[in-house]
């Protein structure tokens, strides 16, 4: 599916090693989360959801979580939600533990298929 044009949200987190564990629960849960609360058409629609794992050469974890939603207000939509769940204060406990960059809403501005 051709992305270009809609929502994105992203977060590239590069962690310690010793938190492996750590964002490894943290990420199936967001899974979780992600599935029980987040529209499948509409505007709110998330169309995408990925989360890659890279073990880097230093021995940190490079995380980088993607998700792609049909306009802004599935972003904005997301964040309202995360906020209300039990998830939020672990999650961002872990990313005060690493290094972080990312958010959004962006726009895709290139995509195939």
Known sequence: MDYQ???QFFLAIKAPGELEDV???IFEDHQAFMSRTHHRDG???LLQYTVSKLTNDDGTV???L???Y???AG???HIKLAQADALWDP???FLSKCEVIGGGPGTIISSLW
């Open 75 to 77: 972003v904005a939509e």
């Open 62 to 64: 490079t995380y980088l």
């Open 43 to 45: 505007d709110n629609a």
């Open 5 to 7: 044009g809609n929502a």
């Open 23 to 25: 964002g490894d629960a």
């Open 91 to 93: 999650f961002h406990d």
């Open 70 to 72: 049909e306009a802004p």
């Open 66 to 68: 993607c998700e792609v």
